[in-house]
């Protein structure tokens, strides 16, 4: 942003609400992914809700390195994982090294991954996913200096793949809409 | 803003994430080293949102209850046979109680008993789950002026639910009974013999420890112990279930699935600290 543009061609008068609105696509990615954790820790009711916040946050996550790694940079992401520790009464840290290294991984991947159809993107979730919950799982463990079962890790990655597609529908719309910056 | 050449910012932004891995792990230290702030931290967001959640609560309750309402009409005739059914056996146990109640007022009167103090206790909203994936706790919202403390016993209307082991400004949090960081002293109601209440995550926490002889009995009732002056003694825990594999467990009491309201009692104990959640170190209590 801080550059300036030297594209050729006409554009709009950078008016205050112009800046905001640029401004609020910007930066829609990580507060949208940060509305839709505080969302899932709503008492619904139903039983294991708890893994329903890793797993929207490393869906959003990942969705958001991958299309538009700008928005989505290690701080922010940082700060997400922060949250997720402090929301899903992990040890600390325990949430945000996974997330850290799947952003770190998406983005140094990401010129092959873009290329990529919606089911090749979805399996190579599901490889993150599954680390990801066996990174947690272990840190945990170790922190906790016990053996933990792997269960609920093994619960995490399913449910975490299985509620990617859903979560990627709804971004790729935000994407293409309201979080384009180009749309402003 | 300094202008920086443009390597040197490729440089920076290259370095942001291994600085920030390197400062994650720096992170688990530090929960690990001071447990009390990552509390503090928790609680603060915590009173923050419990706010939020209390009044969505209300509307997804009044869902939930119309939805029930549906499949109660639905089988009105049958429910309504068996609670008649019901009703004629407890008024039998109701006579029974009323007449054991008789006697052991008289009884305790002859032996000059020594009643134990009726606790104080504050009702409060259970407004959101307070557990993750490694652990089982909820998060009860008890108001401003709020004298609840740590260690003291959350009960529902049917049996122990677990302990408060964190208290925000306007928040507390309850570890269930099943958590993996639980474990409670019980009796076994019928043979009178001490054992250990461990949870595992799992819905039906284990009994460990039994004395040598008399092993817990399928259907046995189990009720707190006052060993250790960690909880009052004879509060309904739940009853002894055998698993397949030959494992007494124990099936509570409470709703711990459901739970709305939780009595919160001040029984005033002095023993054991309630646990502490998974990854935190124990708070060291002077006596």
């Known amino acids: 942003m801080a550059r300036p543009d030297q594209t050729p061609g006409m554009r709009p008068r950078q008016t205050l609400g112009r800046k905001l609105d640029v401004a609020t696509r910007h930066a829609f990615p990580a507060v949208s992914t940060i509305v839709l954790m505080l969302l899932a820790e709503i008492p619904f009711g139903f039983a294991s809700q708890a893994t329903l916040l890793p797993a929207i946050t490393l869906a959003c996550v990942y969705f958001w390195s991958l299309v538009r790694p700008a928005a989505m940079p290690p701080p922010v992401v940082f700060l997400i994982g922060l949250l997720l520790d402090l929301l899903g009464y992990l040890p600390l840290g325990v949430g945000v090294l996974p997330l850290l290294i799947a952003h770190g991984l998406v983005v140094r991947w990401r010129q092959v991954l873009t290329r990529q159809s919606f089911p090749a993107v979805w399996l190579v979730f599901a490889g993150f996913s599954a680390g990801a919950a066996m990174l947690s799982w272990a840190l945990t463990s170790l922190l906790s200096f016990r053996l933990l079962s792997l269960g609920p890790a093994l619960f995490q990655a399913i449910l975490t793949v299985a509620l990617y597609p859903a979560l990627a529908v709804l971004c790729i719309r935000a994407h293409r809409t309201v979080a384009d910056p180009d749309q402003a | ?287």
């Not at chain 2, 009173?47 to 209390?54: F, S, T, V």
């Not at chain 2, 049917?158 to 474990?183: I, M």
């Open chain 2, 1 to 287: 803003m300094v202008r920086l050449s443009i390597q040197t910012r490729q440089a920076l932004a290259k370095l942001t994430l291994p600085v920030l891995i390197a400062a994650s792990f720096g992170l688990m230290l530090l929960g690990k080293a001071d447990a009390v702030l990552a509390e503090r931290a928790r609680m603060a967001l915590g009173d923050a949102l419990a706010p939020i959640y209390a009044v969505l609560t209300r509307p997804l309750g009044v869902v939930r209850d119309r939805l029930l309402h549906v499949t109660d009409v639905w089988d009105a005739h049958a429910a309504n046979r068996k609670l008649r059914e019901e009703n004629e056996q407890l008024r039998r146990w109701q006579s029974i109680a009323l007449a054991l109640d008789a006697e052991n007022q008289r009884l305790k009167a002859n032996l000059h008993w020594i009643p134990d103090n009726s606790p104080s206790f504050v009702t409060a909203r259970v407004v959101a789950d307070a557990g993750g994936v490694y652990a089982r706790a909820v998060l009860l919202s008890v108001g401003p002026n709020h004298g609840v403390r740590k260690g003291e016993i959350a009960l529902d209307e049917r049996g122990l639910v677990g302990r408060v082991t964190e208290v925000g400004a306007r928040t507390a949090r309850v570890l269930l009974l099943t958590d993996l960081n639980s474990r409670i002293p019980v009796i076994l109601q019928n043979s009178r013999a001490h054992a250990i209440l461990t949870g595992n995550n799992g819905p039906r926490p284990r009994l460990i420890y039994w004395a040598e002889g008399s092993p817990p009995q399928e259907g046995e009732r189990v009720v707190t112990s006052s060993e250790a002056g960690a909880f009052p003694a004879d509060l309904p825990v739940g009853t002894v279930h055998y698993t397949v594999s030959n494992v007494p467990e124990v099936v509570p009491a409470a709703m711990l699935d459901r739970l709305e309201m939780v009595r919160i009692f001040d029984y005033d104990l002095t023993g054991l600290a309630a646990p502490d959640a998974v990854g935190r170190q124990p708070e060291r209590r002077g006596r």
